[in-house]
């Protein structure tokens, strides 16, 4: 099937096999390889990217319902100097990563939380994060990074 | 001032924030550029004789370019002879002999997973299309599942050896190890088998060319991956290259490369086809190596007024379907079995045995957590016999300061501790009197929150095999920028920061001018990896090794250029400058020293082998909540000590413990995999497997203790494994303690809602 | 980890669907957020030969006040009934247990349409629409037909759709009574409940105590009859097959149907 699909700005016109999975056709057909593969059950979210501005896990959607929409990955976090967004800044400057695996889908979770409560408490970060599995970070620091990317955004 | 000890970001992370790092499956590198993609057919049964193999409608399916069985296992060296290791050297090597592992799985399958076939195909999606028209026919046989199946040994995995009991390392009873006890406490416990869940699988690549096999692994050690394949496919090493990109988290249970990456390179060799594989998470969860899987009888004895005479802990290791480490773990927990206590007499011993289960091995802690798990429920149990605070027993049995080093009396000698400053600076910091004091009150009170205190006292060792040591090269070149070349290989450690900060640190070349190579083995023909949280005190010490050479090197020079002599010449650590002193104002820079350095430029290296094993040791204490009505607990609070020693980075050495308190308390709480008694996998998937998320977790409490190690340079001991060794039992022992004025005395893990629920059950019924 | 192939067709209407779906049989399902029906597929548990992505049929997704009643498309998400401020005047029960399904991202794709012609006992909204009396707007090839959710969850995984037919509207009755609780009992924030209940009032329906989702008819019976809240949740057990699993026996999802239930009524009357 014949798929069009807006990826970080650019167009994306392609001809996929019916079942391709979104995931697979932003690593493998776009070749956007950030956004990552961590499970098979829809629970882990490393997967997660933006479609038209809210999260989703990109391995539970077909390339064909993403066929107009814009996606947003990692990748396309920052700007075009390579400068960081503020939630990738964050990350770094609290330690928010280790291996990194979980982490592009962990940024893409953080940001459209933050779209959606710009001022989230502790306990609503942990549980709009409750869909993005880590192993390394123990979450803590993770939670300090979208903590101060939110303050951040309101001090500035 | 020193970089070492301040809060450096990492430089690894921009590239991961906005590219992402590039781990097997997103190489982008020419050899691959048209590899075919490897799945695996796998034995869905747990116990059975494989009768026969049909690959003919696999091989005709779309996109098919090869179907491998163990029929075209025909260009290996046979295997080799039986080592004759019995498993209780003490040694992470698998038992030969009767014990082998096979590759692919010939007459005889021995769990659920366990690779039949390989299907090479164009592309992914073909691949598990063609997978399934596999037809493999098999003559089930009795599975043997958990531990008394295998000890009684109606079914053997492996008829040839007698017996399921792989090793035996057992040390009997003496009676006298009890006597003068005025109390005695004797319990079974479990020690449940759990799955790493690194959030990157397996992963593999390989491509074969004019005589040389180039493998990319998702790796923590390439050098003994390149060992491994050398021996597996009987190649010359140095026909070999072993890179190992980007790994997406390991936890031990991606040492070297195991039977399916062996699989995957050998299909490249083989057929000549360029291969790729990343296993599903179902594969994961199947047939990547589980941990833990222990069964422990624990007997503490003592006198009532707190003091703890003897303790015996008995341990049956389940070692899965082959006994891939030998008795290695079982062997490191009687090591470690007494733990950070002065105990007279102790026994430790244990067996191995096999089950129709996948294999078992290193899995973050690696043999520790099983030995501070026991004591400290033994401990506890102890406490609550003679009715005395948990805390306090611990305190009056820890090794005291003035028995360092400390020989315990299971063979380790303990190098440098603080034990009971770690467990005071943890009572304190969580506020311990006033705790116990708002839980008398709920109880008072007949609260259906009950709050439930747990303390855990530990001492691991890391670097176990120190004796292997670590490699480092350091090249500073003639523009001033600096390579170092280290046998370490981290995996989310932030090992290239860390060097950074040592070569920083030493030479005052700013972080930003060194890149540091790791895991490729035509690079670093010769290092060990990371794992045994030994990467810090033997690779980093090499670095700094290296560095303190280069820096002598550059002496030389510098006197040679300044004309002057090497005794007169200083190092502006703040500047990067030499000069001679009294005179800053005519220094060189590192550049113009490397250049004047002749053609070998300035060049170091150093195999670090004079390390030894250190002794990293704390205190946990979570703070937990059980609704008594539910028997679920939340984890309310977690205050931790972690001293391992000197600490070289402090945002490095927090997040190590944070990522092992998360997994520590996953045991405790949610973790198990499980088998029905036919050997089938209950818990596949991450659905069923529970992983820990940021929901069930609060911000941790970590506390600052530092008592350096005395063997190396930088008085370092390793933190990687720390977290889960502590914290494991701090909450076992929290939601026991929550629910003990009911009457209960052990919950084994995890302790899930039902668990809680049904040993309040039994403790209300049985009064 | 990847479906079997399938032929994917889109719908941009009900009546697009309905010829879709008529054309190609028994082997066509529909595709709404994907949230049930692709895990599914992935792991080879399901295996339709065609999709039908009603996902882009706009006309399905709202919330509706019409006088006695909401009407909810089924093609609303589940974020959107969170975040519905209609909802959350009328029909807080909804809007809240809503808020609870899996995971932020699992919200944005999942429909509650999708959930509820999915059937898992285990799953939330199921339970709520039949505490609530909703009544499920169903259209086919024959026309238009109202289910009461009583009779619409008829075994595990099956409903009383027909094939061919297509789940359009909920349209659930708004309350006379005003309390109302969810208790969703498990062991992660993003599990599956191990045993859940619903109330609006008088009425109290069970999640995951059987292969459907349960009226605990004898609660209600003993609420009705003025029993408290404590009297009436000791019957919460009766008549449920609740499954032995890994998250407990029997006994205990017995055991927690009382706790929840008694929880359930007496928040519910802080609400009221």
Redesign the interface.
């Given at each position: 099937m014949k798929v069009s699909v807006s990826v970080n700005g650019g167009q994306v016109d392609a001809d996929v096999a019916d079942r391709t999975l979104l995931v697979h056709f932003l690593r493998d057909v776009v070749g956007l390889t950030a956004t990552n593969v961590g499970c098979d059950t829809s629970s882990c979210g490393a997967c997660t990217v933006l479609l038209d501005g809210k999260s989703v896990k990109s391995c539970t959607v077909l390339a064909g319902q993403a066929d107009g929409c814009e996606i947003t990955t990692a990748e396309g976090l920052s700007a075009d100097h390579g400068e960081m967004h503020e939630v990738q800044r964050a990350f770094r400057e609290e330690h928010a990563l280790q291996c990194g695996f979980c982490t592009p889908g962990m940024v893409m979770a953080t940001v459209s939380l933050l779209a959606e409560n710009p001022t989230p408490t502790e306990d609503e970060v942990r549980s709009a994060l409750e869909g993005n599995l880590c192993r390394c970070t123990g979450y803590h620091n993770i939670v300090r990074a979208v903590l101060a990317a939110a303050n951040e955004r309101r001090t500035s | 001032m020193s970089i070492l000890g301040t809060r450096v970001?990492?430089t690894?992370?921009?590239r991961?924030?906005?590219?992402?790092?590039?781990?097997v499956?997103?190489l982008?590198v020419p050899e691959l550029a048209r590899a075919s993609r490897v799945t695996f057919v796998r034995s869905p049964i747990a116990h059975a004789l494989i009768t026969g193999i049909d690959v003919s409608a696999a091989r005709a399916a779309p996109g098919v370019v090869a179907v491998l069985t163990a029929a075209d296992l025909d260009d290996l060296p046979p295997p080799p002879e039986d080592s004759g290791l019995t498993g209780t050297e003490g040694a992470p090597l698998p038992l030969g002999g009767p014990w082998g592992e096979p590759l692919f799985a010939v007459d005889r399958v021995r769990f659920v997973g366990e690779p039949i076939a390989i299907v090479i195909t164009d592309d992914?999606?073909q691949g598990?299309?063609a997978a399934?028209l596999v037809n493999v026919d098999y003559e089930p046989l009795p599975a043997v599942v958990g531990f008394d199946a295998a000890l009684a040994g109606a079914s053997l995995l492996f008829p040839s050896a007698g017996s399921n009991v792989a090793v035996n390392g057992a040390k009997e009873a003496d009676a006298a190890t009890f006597e003068g006890c005025d109390v005695v406490v004797e319990h079974t416990i479990e020690n449940q088998r759990l799955a790493p869940?690194?959030?990157?699988?397996r992963a593999a690549a390989a491509h074969w060319a004019a005589g040389k096999l180039t493998v990319w692994a998702s790796t923590q050690n390439a050098q003994i991956a390149r060992f491994i394949l050398a021996g597996a496919l009987g190649l010359d090493p140095g026909s070999i290259r072993v890179v190992a990109p980007?790994?997406?988290?390991g936890?031990g249970a991606k040492i070297g490369v195991d039977r399916d990456a062996l699989l995957v390179a050998w299909a490249a060799k083989h057929t000549g086809v360029t291969v790729k594989w990343?296993e599903?998470?179902?594969e994961n969860l199947l047939a990547m190596t589980h941990g833990r899987a222990q069964r422990q009888v624990i007997k503490i004895g003592g006198s009532r007024d707190g003091r703890i005479l003897a303790y015996r802990l008995e341990i049956v290791q389940d070692t899965g379907a082959y006994p891939r480490m030998g008795g290695f773990l079982p062997f490191l927990t009687s090591l470690m079995a007494v733990g950070p206590y002065d105990i007279g007499k102790v026994e430790a011993g244990y067996r191995v045995v096999v089950t129709n289960t996948a294999p078992i091995s290193a899995y973050r802690g690696a043999g520790r957590p099983e030995a501070t798990a026991a004591i400290e429920r033994a401990v506890d149990l102890f406490a609550t016999e003679i009715g005395m605070d948990a805390a306090d027993v611990r305190r009056i049995n820890l090794v005291p300061p003035e028995k360092f080093p400390f020989a315990s009396p299971c063979g380790a000698v303990y190098d440098t501790g603080a034990y009971a400053e770690a467990l005071d600076k943890v009572l304190a910091g969580a506020g311990y009197q006033e705790l116990r004091a708002e839980q008398a009150r709920r109880r008072e009170g007949g609260d259906v929150l009950q709050l439930g205190i747990g303390v855990a006292s530990y001492v691991e060792i890391t670097a176990a095999d120190a004796a292997g040591g670590e490699t480092a090269r350091l090249d500073v070149h003639g523009d001033g920028t600096a390579t170092v070349y280290t046998g370490s290989s981290a995996?989310?450690?932030?090992h290239h920061t860390a060097w950074a900060m040592l070569v920083q640190a030493e030479l005052g070349i700013d972080m930003s001018k060194v890149t540091v190579v790791h895991g490729d083995t035509d690079l670093i023909p010769t290092g060990v990896g990371t794992y045994a949280s030994r990467s810090l005190q033997l690779g980093g010490v090499a670095v700094q090794k290296a560095a303190v050479d280069v820096k002598e090197q550059a002496r030389r020079v510098a006197a040679d250029m300044l004309e002057a002599s090497e005794s007169d010449l200083e190092l502006d650590i703040e500047r990067g400058a030499w000069h001679v002193r009294g005179d800053p104002e005519a220094s060189r820079t590192w550049g113009q020293v490397a250049e004047h350095a002749g053609e070998e430029g300035l060049t170091a290296s150093v195999n670090y082998t004079e390390g030894q094993p250190t002794f990293p040791f704390g205190t946990h204490l979570a703070l937990v909540e059980v609704d008594t009505?539910?028997g679920?607990a939340r984890l309310l609070r977690h205050v931790t000590v972690d001293d391992a020693g000197t600490v070289l980075s402090p945002?490095?050495a927090?997040?190590q413990r944070?990522?092992?308190?998360?997994?520590g308390v996953a045991q405790a709480l949610?973790e198990e995999m499980?088998y029905d008694p036919s050997g089938n996998p209950?818990?596949g998937?991450?659905?069923?497997y529970?992983?820990?998320?940021?929901?069930?977790?609060p911000?941790?409490e970590l506390l600052r203790s530092e008592t350096p190690a005395t063997i190396n340079p930088l008085g370092a001991k390793g933190i990687g494994e720390a977290?889960t060794i502590g914290a494991t039992p701090a909450l076992q022992n929290a939601v026991i303690d929550a629910v003990s004025h009911l009457g209960v005395r052990h919950i084994d893990m995890p302790v899930?809602?039902?668990r809680v629920?049904?040993a309040m059950s039994e403790a209300r019924d049985g009064q | 980890m990847i479906p079997a192939p399938f032929t994917y067709k889109r719908a941009a209407s009900v009546d697009e669907a309905l010829e879709l779906v008529t054309g190609d049989g028994d082997e066509a399902k529909f595709l709404a957020g994907g949230h049930s029906l692709l895990p599914l597929m992935k792991l080879r548990l399901a295996i339709p030969e065609v999709l039908i992505d009603i996902g882009r049929i706009g006309e399905l997704s709202y919330i509706r006040d019409a006088g006695s009643h909401i009407a909810v498309g089924a093609l609303t998400s589940h974020d959107e009934l969170s975040r519905s401020g209609l909802l959350a005047q009328e029909l807080p029960l909804l809007a809240h247990a809503a808020s609870q399904i899996g995971d932020p991202q699992v919200r944005h794709r999942g429909t509650i349409g999708g959930s509820l012609a999915h059937a898992d006992p285990a799953a939330d909204l199921p339970a709520v629409v039949l505490a609530l009396g909703a009544t499920l707007v169903v259209r086919g090839p024959a026309g238009s037909r109202e289910i009461p959710a009583g009779e619409f969850f008829q075994d595990l995984f099956e409903t009383a759709l027909q094939p061919g037919e297509l789940l359009t509207e909920i349209r659930i009755p708004k309350p006379e009574a005003d309390g109302w609780s969810f208790q969703k009992f498990a062991k992660r924030g993003i599990d599956w409940a191990i045993v859940g209940v619903a109330v609006q009032g008088g009425s109290v329906a069970l999640v995951n105590m059987g292969p459907t989702p349960l009226r605990a008819s004898a609660v209600e019976s003993a609420l009705a009859a003025g029993s408290a809240p404590h009297e009436a949740a000791a019957h919460a057990a009766e008549n449920t097959s609740p499954p032995d699993d890994l998250n407990g026996p029997r006994a205990y999802r017995e055991h927690l149907a009382r706790v929840l239930v008694r929880r359930a009524l007496e928040e519910s009357r802080t609400r009221a």
């Open positions: - | 970001v990492r690894e992370d921009p991961l924030l906005t590219a992402g790092g590039t781990y499956d997103d982008r992914r999606y598990e299309d399934e869940v690194p959030m990157e699988g980007d790994v997406g988290g936890f990343s599903t998470r179902s995996h989310g450690q932030g009505e539910t679920k945002l490095l927090e997040g944070h990522g092992g308190i998360a997994q949610l499980v209950v818990t998937t991450l659905v069923d529970a992983i820990i998320t940021a929901a069930e977790l911000s941790f977290g899930t809602p039902a629920w049904a | -």
